[in-house]
């Protein structure tokens, strides 16, 4: 329909696609886009296109790339349940109190699911240690590196 | 409660005062109770070596051993009272003193057996302790400018058969480590409230 021929197309895909992911990559600005583009010699109406495109796909484009960063398997949810053993082969008559839980993790877009189970006492420092962890980023030391890194 | 007829012979044996005078008695009391409470360390040597028994024929000493053993356990399983172990013990013709001896022995280790007898058995992974990282993440090589908290959560399990197990890992991000502390938090809760009841 074109009129062009195959290997010029595909150039011409490849060369956008290398523009936009750069540029997305890197958050360039506004200005910067433009100074970078102005040397292909385009059109200005080409220029505005092209900088429009990048700003509509810019997000998109980033949280696409953000995919491909090495990760960890992530945490997606928790279930938990309360049981409590009251007897064994070993052992009867027993009160013997237990959170057994279901933590479901993403890994590579498989999701996970491992059973752990956990005493009264542990559940407690569990939730004093995680508390804490998340106390930190209010905490003066973190908020001035957040400011400063921006 | 009950023996087995294997070991109810072990205990006849042991209440014979021919076959086991006082002193030899005690000292298989306090082996038995040695053998099954002490935690195997290397080097130590065999406990049935103690010198009041070197007397004793060494398959009447192996009998009577499986004995004690096996009405140790049964009591610990079962949690039985004073009266049924003597009860128990009386069937297998021992006299009061012995079977006196015996309870106070089973008294002063009761709880080391009980905690014994409850640790054994299957459960899923346990948790003993979490460990947590933050970090800001700036860049990676597909993403520059990327500005994020995260954390690194790792929990320290343990496997009821083997002791141990790679821990469990994964990151998250502030919200869902909320998520995570208030579901937690909920099961405290829950876990309280049924204390109460």
Redesign the interface.
């Known amino acids: 329909k074109l009129n062009v021929g195959v290997d010029t197309i595909q150039h011409g895909v490849e060369g956008l696609v290398y523009l936009l992911t750069e540029s997305s990559?890197?958050?360039i600005s506004e200005v910067d886009f433009q100074d970078s583009i102005q040397v292909l010699g385009f059109s200005d109406e080409l220029n505005k296109s092209l900088l429009q495109l990048y700003l509509d796909n810019r997000k998109e484009i980033?949280s696409i790339?953000?995919e491909?960063?090495?990760?960890?398997?992530?945490?997606h949810?928790?279930e938990?349940r309360?049981d409590v053993q009251l007897a064994?082969?070993?052992?009867?008559?027993?009160i013997?109190?237990?959170?057994?839980?279901k933590?479901h993790?993403n890994q590579n877009e498989d999701q996970t699911a491992?059973?752990?189970?956990?005493?009264?006492a542990?559940?407690?420092?569990?939730?004093q240690?995680?508390?804490q962890?998340?106390g930190?980023?209010k905490m003066n030391h973190?908020r001035r590196?957040?400011r400063n890194?921006? | 409660m009950e023996l087995s007829p294997y070991a109810q012979g072990g205990w006849r044996l042991l209440g014979d005062p021919r076959r086991f005078p006082r002193r030899p008695f005690a000292a298989l009391l306090r082996a038995a109770f040695r053998s099954l409470l002490d935690h195997p360390q290397a080097g130590n040597s065999f406990i049935l070596d103690d010198p009041d028994l070197k007397d004793i024929d060494p398959t009447v000493l192996k009998h009577c051993h499986a004995a004690a053993a096996t009405c140790i356990l049964e009591a610990g399983k079962q949690k039985a009272d004073i009266s049924a172990i003597s009860t128990c013990l009386e069937d297998c013709k021992l006299d009061k003193e012995r079977i006196e001896q015996f309870c106070t022995e089973y008294q002063k280790n009761k709880d080391a057996l009980e905690i014994l007898l409850g640790s054994i058995g299957r459960s899923p992974l346990h948790i003993t302790d979490v460990s947590w990282r933050l970090e800001y993440q700036i860049k990676n090589n597909q993403l520059h400018k990327t500005y994020q908290p995260s954390y690194l959560v790792t929990l320290n399990v343990e496997n009821s058969d083997s002791g141990s197990h790679p821990d469990v890992s994964f990151s998250c991000t502030m919200e869902q480590l909320q998520d995570l502390v208030g579901k937690l938090k909920d099961a405290a809760k829950s876990l309280e409230r049924a204390t109460q009841m």
Request: proline share 7%; glycine share 2%.
């Open positions: 990559k890197l958050m980033r790339l953000g491909l960063a090495p990760r960890l398997p992530s945490y949810s928790l938990w309360l064994s082969r070993s052992l009867r008559q027993q013997k109190p237990a959170v057994t839980m933590l993790l491992q059973v752990l189970q956990t005493d009264p542990t559940l407690l420092h569990l939730i240690q995680l508390e962890a998340l930190e980023m973190c590196i957040v890194m921006k």
